[in-house]
Structures are given as structure tokens and as C-alpha cells.
């Protein structure tokens, strides 16, 4: 019994390499859950029943940064904390992802003073941003799908 017997007349389907990369890194991020402040609630608001970013393929929230490659800073980032943020970056696997959430991840929100970070992006490169203090549940997971258009978009030529 050959192939054609099997499968019917369902036809060939063909793709590229890049696009079936693409789509499982789309389809299987596991984020490192780095909440600071009070963005961190509606980070965990998304995760719960309501939101339920299990169907992105983001159901393993993650403690350890060799294990996730989507980072989502959620809040606040003190000076003092600053290395210990880019430690966990350079920490995890290659190819990963930054999603500054909230105005004080983005910019320092309120705080403008010599404590706080103005911005995630002086520590670590920062891919999405997702404004709102705090932000809503529906705004992270808009991020996240605005990242995910970015992720399909790479090419092979990007991966080295």
C-alpha cells in the first residue's frame, strides 16, 4: 500500500524552511514572567481563565531564563535591579524576545528620578511595548501578537 492510498487525493502541501520555523517559534514562546510592580497583576490576569494565553502556545510560564525565550518586564526597574535584569537576559537561550510592559518598563512612567530606569530598553533591547499603566490583560496580549507578526516576518538570513 503506497503513499497515494493512504492520504487520498489531499494533494502536496509545500513551504519553506523559514516558515515552519517561524511558525513554531510563534506557536511555542515560553515567557520568563520578570513582574516588578503592579503591571505584574495584569500579567497574571491575562494567564488566568478570562484572557488564557494557553492558546498562544504560552501556557509554561517560566522562573528560570535557561528555559524560556520571552522575557516580560512588567513594571518598574530600579537601578539595583537593572543587573540582575540583564543577567536573566543573558541567561537564556538564543532566539529570544524583550516585552517591555507598562509605562515605567517603557519609559519610567511617573518616576523621573535617579532610582528608576527611564526605559527597559537602556538594559536590554527591547522588541514590543505595550503602553498602559497598568496596561489591560487584552493590551499584553495584543503585544504579544504584534511580536508574534515580527517573529514570522524573520528571515533565515537573521537567524546567525
Known amino acids: ?18 516558515t515552519v520555523v517561524n511558525w513554531s ?32 502556545g504560552m501556557e509554561l510560564n517560566r522562573a528560570s531564563p535557561r528555559q524560556s525565550d520571552l522575557m516580560i518586564v512588567a513594571g518598574r526597574v530600579s ?17 529570544k524576545w524583550v516585552l517591555a510592559m507598562g509605562d515605567c518598563a517603557s519609559c519610567g512612567g511617573v518616576f523621573n528620578n535617579y532610582a528608576i530606569v527611564q526605559g527597559v ?8 511595548y505595550v503602553s498602559g499603566c497598568p496596561p489591560r490583560p487584552e493590551g499584553l496580549i495584543h503585544g504579544i501578537l504584534t511580536l508574534h507578526e515580527k517573529v514570522k516576518k524573520e528571515k533565515i538570513t537573521h537567524w546567525a
Open 121 to 128: 530598553d537602556e538594559v536590554v533591547p527591547v522588541d514590543v
Open 25 to 56: 517559534r510563534t506557536n511555542s514562546m515560553w515567557p520568563l514572567l520578570f513582574g516588578l510592580a503592579c503591571c505584574a497583576i495584569e500579567m497574571m490576569g491575562a494567564q488566568a481563565s478570562n484572557y488564557d494565553l494557553s492558546r498562544f
Open 79 to 95: 537601578r539595583k535591579m537593572a543587573p540582575v535584569l540583564r543577567q536573566l537576559y543573558d541567561q537564556m537561550p538564543d532566539p
Open 1 to 18: 500500500m503506497g503513499l497515494e492510498e493512504k492520504t487520498g487525493n489531499m494533494g502536496v502541501v509545500t513551504t519553506t524552511l523559514e
